[in-house]
């Protein structure tokens, strides 16, 4: 098996004073090479509100574990926004922003049954 490289150069014809690519493997299909991805003006920005989206799905669920057990005034609404947000911009981790969703609702509900037990927002882990 031998690999051979070409070398894409540029040659000006002599008789019409154009330039004019010469490719020598124009039509050729490399088995081996990657094929080259469309090119669309819109594909980066597509591509970050993704990374975006599944970060703020992430960050929802993560927002939401903690909340159950510090915070839960705080980080339970935060993690109901950013699952809201994470699920409206499509994101690919649904089931995570889901989970989210989830937990921020319980840590309302946490924090509804700590009000009502104690009739006070603090928490109180000792009698």
Same mark, same amino acid.
């Given at each position: !098996? @031998? /690999? @051979?490289l070409t070398d894409r150069t540029r040659c000006t014809d002599a008789a019409t004073g154009k330039d004019a690519d010469v490719s020598p493997d124009? =039509?050729? %299909?490399d088995p081996g090479a990657a094929p080259e991805p469309e090119k669309s003006p819109d594909? &980066?920005?597509?591509? +970050? +509100? =993704?990374r975006e &989206?599944? =970060?703020l799905a992430v960050a929802s669920f993560v927002l939401g574990l903690v909340g159950l057990l510090v915070f839960n005034i705080v980080l339970g609404p935060m993690a109901i %926004? !950013? +699952?809201l /947000? $994470? /699920? @409206?911009r499509r994101t690919r981790r649904r089931g995570r922003a889901f989970l989210g969703l989830a937990l921020g609702v319980a840590d309302l509900v946490v924090l $509804? +049954? /700590?009000v009502t037990a104690n009739g006070t927002v603090a928490w109180s882990i000792g009698g």
């Amino acid at each position: !098996m @031998t /690999l @051979t490289l070409t070398d894409r150069t540029r040659c000006t014809d002599a008789a019409t004073g154009k330039d004019a690519d010469v490719s020598p493997d124009k =039509g050729v %299909v490399d088995p081996g090479a990657a094929p080259e991805p469309e090119k669309s003006p819109d594909s &980066a920005p597509r591509r +970050a +509100a =993704g990374r975006e &989206a599944d =970060g703020l799905a992430v960050a929802s669920f993560v927002l939401g574990l903690v909340g159950l057990l510090v915070f839960n005034i705080v980080l339970g609404p935060m993690a109901i %926004v !950013m +699952a809201l /947000l $994470a /699920l @409206t911009r499509r994101t690919r981790r649904r089931g995570r922003a889901f989970l989210g969703l989830a937990l921020g609702v319980a840590d309302l509900v946490v924090l $509804a +049954a /700590l009000v009502t037990a104690n009739g006070t927002v603090a928490w109180s882990i000792g009698g």
